[in-house]
């Protein structure tokens, strides 16, 4: 519950509800079942967890697609829930010079965000 109100925060809606929609180890960790769950669902949330217990992800308000091209994306942000220092959460939004590659939708990948795959899964 703390998380899905700090995404809320992060949001700017406090009532959003959130819907799974692709989960790994569950589904299959492969570009085509990322796309064939994601694709074309609208905002999406992204949330990872590394192998050191770091919590943190991306938002992007346009919809995943597989037409093989960056995307530009003014509401996008980078966040961290929590982390083996105890760090609070925060929230970077994306630098206005970089809307243009705050994405990349390629089928072939999994999600990618930012200038020179700054996040890759």
Known sequence: MEHTQKLNEFYDKFNQHW?????TPHDDF???TFHSRCDNQGPTMTII???NNYL???FTAIPWTSDNSNKSV???FVFTLTNP???PSNIYRIVPTEV??????????????G???DICL
């Open 19 to 23: 819907k799974l929609i692709y989960k």
């Open 49 to 51: 967890l590394s192998n």
């Open 85 to 87: 220092q105890g760090i």
């Open 74 to 76: 003014k509401a996008a």
């Open 30 to 32: 492969d570009a085509k």
């Open 115 to 117: 200038n020179g795959s």
């Open 56 to 58: 943190f992800g991306v």
């Open 100 to 113: 243009g590659n705050a994405v990349r939708h390629y089928s072939t990948f999994d999600p990618i965000f």
